[in-house]
């Protein structure tokens, strides 16, 4: 009898699993995700997976793949261009997140507390509503050397003109200045969307306890911001090791390697140079690399609690 009367509970506990993967309100959602899981394996996880045995390989689309272990990845760690690549990729990442987080931050405050205007959003989205490639070729105009409308404005008062793209010392932070105007605004809206989350009773119950605007904002504001700031900045940190169409459209790489980023990098050995496999391997360190930046920022900013429901 006690066997029987220990073993119940377990059956029961079994049937109420399978009820509710198996009930009619699940199978009918497994109906409306099948096409975009279809599309996940056969655009993502076939290619990766695929990208990952290209990687072990020496292969130049004329002939067929050769298998070579992990000379690859051997190559890539004592190749001193994908060191500078990476250094110059992290450049680029310490310039773009920090900035356009604040800045996205400080929007989005004071569209709540300024102005709700739906006009001003819209104006706020405009850039990242345009294409990388349009934007570059725009700021690519604006920021010639020599006819650019900016270096015309700063002759205007007594500064010489700047090389900007063209400059190893100003490319990336030109580039990084050009992304930070694209997506500034569609981040600002992510945390405006989650300011309007916070219950405003917290804020008038700080109001009559004393509280000014800046301690409502660090006690308040940020703390249950954090689930939106996580996803903007896993989001943006691993969009911003995979720049690419800024500049290639703009610097190519250059001066002397300067802009050169790990993706521009890769594509440049898979598609002037042939080598696939090589390429290959570096892209899966570049993944690899982000898998742990990722989990790293889960960790460290707690992304998966949110201090709205404690």
Known sequence: ??????????????????????NQESIT??????????????FIVLPMIRGIQ???????????????????????????????ALKVTLEYVV?????QTLIALFMAVMMDRVTKSEIVRGIFILPYLLSNVIVAM???????????????LLQQFGIHKQAFFFSTTQGIPTIAAVNIWRHM?????????????????LYEAATIDGAGEWGMFRRITLPLLRPVTVFVLVTNVVGSFQ??????????????????????????NAFELTKFGYAAAMSVILFSILIVITLLQMRVLRGNSSDLSS
């Open 1 to 22: 009898m006690a066997i029987s009367t220990r073993a119940e509970p377990k059956i029961g506990r079994s049937k109420s699993l399978l009820h509710r993967l198996f």
């Open 29 to 42: 959602a497994y109906i409306f995700i099948f096409p975009s899981l279809v599309g996940f394996f056969a």
């Open 54 to 84: 290209i990687s072990f390989t020496k292969w130049n689309l004329m002939r067929p793949p050769k298998f070579i272990g992990l000379e690859n990845y051997k190559d890539a760690f004592t190749d001193p261009v994908f060191w500078n």
């Open 95 to 99: 310039l773009n997140i920090p900035l």
């Open 138 to 152: 725009i700021w690519l105009w604006l920021l010639d050397p020599n006819l650019g409308f900016l270096n015309l």
């Open 185 to 201: 605004g569609i981040n600002a809206l992510l945390f405006y969307a989650g300011i309007q989350g916070i219950p405003k009773t």
């Open 243 to 268: 720049v690419f169409d800024t500049i290639s459209v703009t610097t190519g790489g250059g001066p002397i390697d300067a802009t050169r980023v790990i993706v521009f990098y890769i594509v440049q």
